[in-house]
């Protein structure tokens, strides 16, 4: 009798795991209960975890495939090499502080294998207590970075500003085309995540998935929003404990103006730069009563825009 031929990968699931070890193996627990209409894989990049994390997945999880990196490489280049690892039709990079509910992922193929034209889709994102996460976003412009996290956006009109940004006029409780879905579960055909070079590298941690969403609206694709697709989220539970999360988060943002708006947005984001650390500076002195506390508050600050500014 001829062998039946095993059906090809459907899709290829993504996990990036830093550090978020009990976060992890809940994210895999729900993967394994779910069950899928079509074979799918599950490819676990640890970025160095210290903290047991590869060990307990070896051990708790040895249906996945497993790949250890001796130090931390980054968001951006620890899924592209878990999506070069993979062999899915469809590549779904998913963050380790998630849980899918069942079904999830299989109405996110089911919509772009119906929609072509699409070259991504994102699932709804709920809070731990079931509500749902407002967490779409519209692309950033240059008045998005005067705005953002500033006293700028507190009042109007720089507040249209964030409003529009953030989506506010967006209940997220429908599906519909957005700019820029949360990255925490993010799904394309593998051949087309590979032709555009997946995410950008340079982008080490923070703005990589509104870079390849932007790359993929210049090129014609859209982009869905499918909210019968639903994913528990924990919320920036490895960036939560990245040490130099403000100063990377400021550097990836300036090389994503740079890339989408030229050389000349250079200088104005290193304006933008000096005054939010003016702002900063200001409050540091209410914050703090005691001098020497407030010097070296005073202190960190310069040390930040000197890292955040340097080539």
């Avoid at 001829?2 to 059906?7: K, V």
């Avoid at 060990?55 to 931390?72: F, G, K, T």
């Avoid at 009042?155 to 957005?178: A, C, K, N, Q, T």
């Avoid at 998935?209 to 924990?234: F, M």
Wanted: net charge positive.
């Amino acid at each position: 009798m001829a062998e039946l031929a095993t059906p090809p990968l459907k899709l290829s699931v993504v996990v990036l795991s830093w550090n978020t070890k009990p976060l992890t193996l809940a994210c895999l627990r729900a993967l394994r209960a779910d069950t899928p209409r079509w074979p799918r894989e599950v490819v676990v990049i640890d970025n160095g975890s210290a903290d047991g994390s590869a060990d307990a997945i070896a051990d708790q999880h040895p249906e996945v495939r497993l790949i250890r990196n001796a130090e931390n490489v980054g968001y951006a280049a620890g899924n592209n090499q878990g999506a070069a690892a993979s062999h899915g039709e469809f590549v779904c990079t998913l963050n380790s502080d998630t849980e899918v509910a069942p079904g999830a992922l299989d109405l996110l193929i089911d919509y772009l294998e119906a929609h072509p034209e699409y070259g991504a889709a994102a699932p709804r994102l709920d809070n731990v207590d079931g509500t749902v996460q407002r967490a779409c976003m519209r692309f950033p412009g240059l008045l998005t970075a005067l705005c953002f996290d500033t006293v700028f956006g507190k009042f109007w009109p720089g507040s249209v500003v964030v409003r529009r940004y953030h989506m506010r006029d967006f209940d997220h409780l429908e599906s519909r085309d957005i700019d820029q879905p949360p990255g925490a579960c993010f799904m394309m055909k593998r051949d087309e995540y590979a032709a555009m070079d997946g995410l950008d590298d340079e982008l080490f941690l923070f703005f990589n998935d509104v870079d390849i969403c932007k790359r993929l609206w210049k090129a014609g694709r859209r982009i869905r929003y499918v909210a019968e697709a639903r994913v528990k989220h924990h919320g920036g539970a490895s960036t939560k404990g990245y040490g130099k999360f403000v100063v990377v988060w400021h550097r990836n943002r300036m090389a994503y103006y740079r890339k989408h708006y030229g050389p000349l947005a250079v200088p104005y984001m290193h304006l933008l730069v000096h005054l939010r650390a003016l702002e900063e500076w200001w409050r540091v002195g209410r914050r703090f009563r005691d001098p020497q506390v407030r010097r070296q508050a005073r202190a960190d600050v310069r040390t930040h825009v000197r890292e955040i500014l340097a080539p």
